[in-house]
């Protein structure tokens, strides 16, 4: 069994949408481009009935030069002038057409692809973290980058859809028209390969829609083997992973082959059926011409013709149907991503405060991941303005959890979160998190210089260089800053893999520095710094927390002895609660756990 | 790919490695061919079975002119004859009846023959694309952690399925397409020929200038279809950090700085792909067919009226001037296709002919039974200098990444570490954040390779040992907890090969006071664990990681600041649990917990990459200047204030 690309992305869109709210979502982003899809259907037809012209001439000339020949002078002026309409009409106007055709549907097509590809994206950025839990980044970004590529080849068909239908009847017209008994040979064809298409478009649906979820599977596989590239050498798996891709890889083989079956095998099929019907054109029309002499052979042989200029968007049009399949297996994972339905949404009239004093209070609240497996049953708990609160607990206690919730990036099940007295939820989401700071135990940067990860924190204000090296001085960043050549402006790569872990973590509490929060929270900030730069961190620390409300979630006793209030978590339930020297005379549950850990700690 | 034997790998000193980078062509345009024949026989029947098809389309036209010249010879000869009778409506002629019966015979031979190339060629395809892939991939695996601390994840994701997913484009319909495109042209000339030499001429004479405009438009191609692909990756690889730094943007509120910087991106990628699309649209040689066309019907015209050619003909020879737009537009496709073929060719070849690997030595002997001695003698190592190398044969996106000036001072990383372990040693390394700590074990597993020096387990030099063996010896338990997106148990059993039992996995988990807290999940140790162990909490995290590292069963640990993110209670049950883990094995901790480093038989103290004292936590408390700037304070301080990490340097 293979180890990655598994996790918890259910393709749960499948099924979710019928095929009419897929065309309806579709045609809502066609719409906007009615006009080019208007102008290219029209140059298709001017077009095409120039070039309906031309086999006509000619069927028309050799008649005329076999006539010619049997006696007569042919007139150079009469041939030239009609070879020149010839190129004039099939080749430099139907150049033209078809140059402006594609201008036009490249852009469309294009236009409406960056289009959805950016509402994708903004959706993303709008779902809560309960989405990113389950959700694998590399599947994720298949939707948004290659689902939208492959839904380039159905838009194309749309925008030649119009067009097509158009030449199908004009095309038939003119058939009935030359000759009506020839013309209804021709369109025998017409509902055999519409049930063709039929037949096919329930495989080429399922083929599709497997294909682009092996694409995505083989795409997170390579993203998370990448990532994790370090673990992977360290135990020496390179082999493995190389076979258990391998597999990944074999299931997108088959898929992608499978569906290159179905458009190999299509065509052969009606190429036959093609050349069926031209033979029973022939087998009749040879009739006609020799036996009946109802038609000329040159006659004949234009009608032969323009056959082909019938089959040809005959055959698009129908082939349009399973292309639309295709298009709806690609816009079924599209839409299935932005249809995510995010908890944490903003309220209908959301709030902003004039000025935040930083007052939290969680009021009966429950929160919980897996309905199982509670995280919090009716929580409470104050925290004052300007408080410096510790949070202290084993792992799992649900302290992270705590901070999530609070700057609200999972939505709480029951009770509420107060600040000043307002519900979270009453908020303006953008607002209220800019009051907010998290500094997290992973610490995240992105590729860039150091600076601009810094200036991250505030980034929806622009900060200047001074403010930013004020916050990176504020957190002792500056010395090992320096200490690159580039400084600043050093490229730190992704995730800031140059940097060392403690010195990630450094740039990450600069950002929330900078962020200026009035509630600012640390959880496991300082845990990888070395001793001494923590101890001076902390100094810095304690100034900075004077004027703002405080969440430490902390294991070193160093920062929780300082704090105001210390809440000691268990089970998402407060078991103890209290200033340091408090809990200690309280010789509850803190206090055993800062004898053990002394004990543990003070062997000097 | 080339096989070369072995004698000549231990001759030329390289690694099979090596060998097999260096093999990959620098032409992208012979890579592909090579990738397209990794099946000859497959892809050569595909050529000719597309030359069959071929020789049935063109000879569809032929039979048609034969045909007319019978219709119009009955058609002449009766011209007066046959009243319209009803019952002769199915009445055929006997010569026209037998061309009828060859061109349904012609339809069902190419039919049949399109059928079996059609798949045949999808296989090829599909198999180019998977190995083509499955040779990225385990290039990839094998690169030296150099590569990957420079490499964007999404860019290389981006090549893995796209870019690669364009080659199988290039390959079908390409392949055929561009048989067909040669064949077909080579064919409608030889029959203009056989009909009629001045009408062939007439149009060859335009050659030269079709030749001419195919070439510009190939030229002028190149660099945008290059360019679309090259932006997709950025935009791919902008699209994967957004998404795996997701916390940190809605943390500080970015997302509308985020979306501007993918919009820019995205809109980048869309002119590109219009610039390319507006370039394929003023493809023109389909004029000038159109123009020698023109000429050659009214020759046509010409001859037939001065008797020297017939009404047939002249049909057969429009047919075969009109089978040349065929070829001209596909040729149009079949160079875009092969543009950004060769594009993403140029891509994966750049990835994969990066020679950023750790080299295992040909004759590298296999490590077993190993004691855990560990000896540094003399180790430079310097990330600035790896730096500067990857730069020389960086990837595309290097370059670009590399716009900034170059680092001119190179500092150390590390600078003459000497350094002994014995076996059953646990060694404490501290220092002040970026000193080297990590980077010192990282050169004990080989995640890079010394500048000079050396480093020795049992007294052999790590670069003889193969890798293989020497990392399974190590374990690692890094600072950063990396746990993939499957379930607790494998997750535990991910370093060992061999199947695990579940009462050995739930041994373990015990041991590394994992067991209670994953019973608590319903799934148990069937719980999936999110993308990089997102669901679980830091220190959960860290004890699936140490038990994982304990059922690896190394002979050398590696503990980078391991217990950093467990509470105070659980860390006292695991320092238990270590106890009767670390014995027996060498042991590298990277901390600066007192607890832990006064376990310690060694204890090293780096300052900016140099070992400034080694020794006792006693000792090194009384003469070490910088052990005393961590741990000084501890000693004027009354003992209950003296909890590790609360003091700040009082010596400086």
């Known amino acids: 069994m293979s180890w990655f690309g598994v996790g918890r992305s259910e393709e749960e869109s499948e099924g979710k949408f019928t095929d009419r709210e897929l065309t309806q979502r579709m045609v809502s982003y066609i719409l906007p481009y009615k006009k080019p899809i208007i102008i290219t259907t029209i140059i298709i037809v001017i077009n095409t009935a120039f070039s309906l012209v031309p086999p006509y001439i000619i069927g028309r000339l050799l008649d005329f030069a076999v006539e010619l020949s049997e006696g007569g002078t042919p007139s150079i002026a009469l041939i030239v002038t009609l070879a020149v309409t010839n190129f004039v009409l099939n080749g430099l106007l139907w150049y033209l057409g078809e140059y402006l055709t594609r201008v036009i549907t490249i852009r469309a097509i294009t236009k409406v692809t960056r289009e959805i590809r950016m509402d994708m994206f903004q959706k993303i950025q709008n779902h809560?973290?309960?989405?990113?839990?389950?959700?694998?980044?590399?599947?994720?970004?298949?939707?948004?980058?290659?689902?939208?590529?492959?839904?380039?080849?159905?838009?194309?068909?749309?925008t030649q859809l119009f067009g097509n239908i158009l030449l199908v009847l004009a095309s038939a017209g003119l058939l009935f028209f030359l000759n009506w008994q020839l013309a209804l040979i021709s369109l025998a064809l017409t509902p055999l390969i519409f049930l063709l298409m039929f037949i096919y478009r329930k495989f080429v649906r399922r083929t599709m829609l497997n294909w682009r979820k092996t694409v995505a599977t083989v795409n997170a596989a390579m993203g998370e083997s990448i990532s994790g590239i370090a673990v992977s050498k360290s135990f020496s798996r390179e082999k493995r992973n190389s076979e258990d891709f391998q597999k990944i890889n074999q299931e997108n083989f088959v898929a992608s082959f499978k569906r290159g079956l179905i458009f190999t095998t299509l065509w052969p099929i009606i190429t036959l059926m093609q050349i069926a019907v031209l033979v029973a054109l022939l087998v009749y029309g040879q009739n006609l011409v020799v036996f009946n002499h109802v038609m000329e052979p040159g006659a004949l042989y234009s009608f032969t013709i323009y056959l082909w200029r019938f089959f040809f968007p005959l055959t698009q049009v129908a082939n349009f149907y399973s292309q639309y399949q295709a298009g709806l297996a690609a816009m079924e994972r599209i839409f299935g991503l932005m249809e995510v339905e995010s908890e944490v949404k903003e309220a209908d009239e959301p709030k902003i405060l004039p000025e935040l004093k930083g007052e939290i209070e969680f009021k009966n609240m429950d929160f919980w991941y897996n309905e199982n497996e509670p995280v919090f049953k009716n929580f409470s708990l104050k925290i004052n303005a300007g408080e410096t609160v510790a949070i202290v607990g084993e792992t799992g206690a649900g302290k992270t959890t705590l901070a999530s919730l609070l700057s609200r990036f999972y939505e709480i099940k029951g009770g509420s979160i107060l600040v000043d007295g307002v519900d979270i939820r009453d908020l303006q989401i953008e607002w209220y998190r800019q009051q907010v700071a998290l500094v997290l135990q992973d610490s995240f940067l992105f590729s860039g210089t150091i600076k601009n990860n810094i200036k991250f924190g505030r980034i929806w204000d622009n900060p200047t260089d001074e403010e930013i090296r004020l916050a990176a001085k504020t957190v002792q960043a500056t010395e090992f800053i320096e200490d690159f050549p580039d400084g600043f402006e050093t490229e730190v790569l992704e995730r800031g893999k140059r940097l060392s872990t403690g010195q990630r973590q450094l740039v990450t509490f600069a950002r929330a520095?900078?962020?200026?929060?009035?509630?600012?929270?640390?959880?496991?900030?300082?845990?990888?710094?070395?001793?001494?730069?923590?101890?001076?961190?902390?100094?810095?620390?304690?100034?900075?927390?004077?004027?703002?409300?405080?969440?430490?979630?902390?294991h070193r006793l160093s920062t929780i002895k300082n704090a105001d209030k210390i809440i000691m978590i268990e089970n998402g339930q407060i078991v103890e609660m209290g200033s340091h020297d408090e809990l200690l005379t309280k010789k509850g549950q803190y206090a055993e756990l800062y004898e053990t850990y002394f004990k543990h700690q003070s062997l000097m | 790919m080339e096989r070369i034997n072995s004698t000549e790998i231990v001759n030329n000193g390289l690694s099979k490695q090596q060998i097999e980078i260096r093999n990959i062509p620098d032409s992208h345009l012979k890579w592909l061919i090579q990738q397209v024949f990794r099946k000859p026989a497959i892809t050569i029947t595909v050529i000719v079975g597309t030359l069959l098809s071929i020789a049935a389309t063109m000879a569809r036209p032929y039979m048609m002119g034969e045909l007319f010249d019978v219709i119009w010879e009955l058609y002449l000869g009766s011209r007066t004859a046959n009243i319209v009778e009803f019952l002769s409506i199915l009445d055929i002629d006997k010569d026209i009846l037998i061309y009828v019966y060859i061109l349904l015979g012609l339809a069902g031979f190419e039919f049949i023959i399109n059928i079996t190339v059609g798949i045949l060629n999808e296989y090829i395809a599909q198999n180019t694309e998977r190995s083509i892939r499955d040779d990225f991939y385990k290039s990839v695996q094998s690169k030296s952690m150099a590569f990957h601390d420079t490499a964007k994840v999404?860019?290389?994701?981006?090549?893995?399925?796209f870019d690669v997913r364009i080659i199988n484009a290039t390959v079908s319909p390409g392949l055929r397409m561009i048989t067909q495109a040669i064949l077909t042209a080579s064919a409608a000339f030889g029959l203009l020929f056989y009909y009629d030499w001045?009408?062939?001429?007439?149009?060859?004479?335009?050659?030269?200038?079709?030749?001419?405009?195919?070439?510009n438009y190939s030229k002028k191609l190149h660099p945008l279809t290059e360019k679309v692909q090259k932006q997709f990756g950025i935009a791919n690889s902008l699209l994967q950090e957004n998404v795996s730094g997701i916390r940190v943007v809605r943390a500080f509120t970015a997302e509308k700085y985020e979306t501007k910087r993918f919009s820019k991106e995205v809109d980048e990628l869309r002119d590109d792909i219009i610039a390319r699309g507006e370039r394929q649209a003023l493809y023109f040689p389909p004029l000038i067919l159109s123009l020698s066309i023109t000429i050659a019907l009214g020759l046509s015209i010409l001859f037939i009226a001065t008797g020297s050619m017939s009404g047939g003909e002249a049909i057969a020879i429009t047919g075969a001037l009109f089978q040349l737009y065929n070829p001209t537009y596909m040729i149009s496709w079949v160079l875009y296709l092969t543009h950004m073929g060769i594009a993403g060719a140029k891509r994966i070849i750049t990835t994969m002919k990066e020679e950023e690997i750790i080299v295992e030595k040909p004759d590298a002997i296999k490590f077993t039974d190993i004691q855990g001695r560990v000896d540094y003698i003399n180790v430079d190592f310097s990330y600035y200098k790896l730096r500067e190398k990857t730069r020389k044969t960086g990837t595309e996106i290097k370059k670009q990444e590399t716009k900034e000036k170059p680092e001119i001072i190179v500092r150390e990383t590390l600078k003459d570490i000497n350094l002994t372990a014995n076996p059953g040693d646990i060694v404490a390394i501290l220092g002040p954040t970026g000193c080297g700590k990590s980077t010192i074990t990282k050169l004990l597993a080989r995640m890079y390779d010394v500048d000079s020096g050396e480093i020795l387990i049992d007294g052999k030099n790590i670069q003889d040992i193969t890798l293989e063996s020497l990392r399974k010896n190590i374990g690692v338990i890094e600072q950063d907890i990396f746990l993939f997106s499957t379930t607790i148990k494998e997750n535990i059993a991910y370093g060992v090969d061999r199947k695990v039992s579940d009462e050995k996995i739930i041994e373990y988990a015990k041991a590394a006071q994992a067991h209670d807290f994953i019973m608590t999940f319903d799934d148990g140790y069937d719980t999936l664990v999110?993308?990089?162990?997102?669901?679980?909490?830091?220190?959960?995290?860290?004890?699936?990681?140490?038990?994982?590292?304990?059922?690896?069963?190394?002979?050398?640990?590696?503990?980078?600041?391991?217990?950093?993110?467990?509470?105070?209670q659980t860390e006292e049950l695991i320092q238990k649990a270590m106890d009767r883990l670390l014995e027996n094995r060498t042991v590298f901790i990277i901390t600066h917990r007192l607890a832990t480093i006064k376990r310690a038989n060694k204890i090293i103290v780096l300052r900016k990459g140099e070992i400034v004292a080694q020794g006792y936590h006693d000792s090194l408390l009384k003469s070490s200047e910088d052990y005393r700037r961590v741990f000084g304070r501890h000693i004027e301080l009354p003992p209950i204030d003296e909890a590790i990490g609360s003091t700040s340097g009082g010596s400086k």
């Open chain 1, 128 to 158: 809560d973290f309960r989405f990113f839990d389950t959700h694998i980044t590399g599947k994720i970004m298949s939707r948004v980058m290659n689902d939208t590529d492959t839904l380039r080849d159905t838009l194309f068909f749309i």
């Open chain 1, 513 to 554: 520095l900078l962020a200026n929060p009035r509630i600012l929270i640390l959880d496991e900030a300082t845990a990888s710094v070395d001793a001494y730069t923590e101890a001076m961190i902390q100094d810095a620390l304690e100034a900075i927390m004077k004027d703002r409300t405080s969440i430490v979630i902390a």
């Open chain 2, 154 to 161: 999404g860019e290389l994701m981006s090549q893995a399925t």
């Open chain 2, 198 to 215: 001045r009408i062939a001429l007439a149009v060859i004479v335009f050659t030269p200038f079709y030749i001419w405009a195919v070439r």
């Open chain 2, 530 to 568: 999110g993308e990089r162990g997102v669901t679980l909490s830091g220190g959960q995290k860290q004890r699936i990681a140490i038990a994982r590292a304990f059922l690896a069963n190394p002979k050398i640990l590696i503990l980078d600041d391991s217990a950093s993110a467990i509470d105070a």
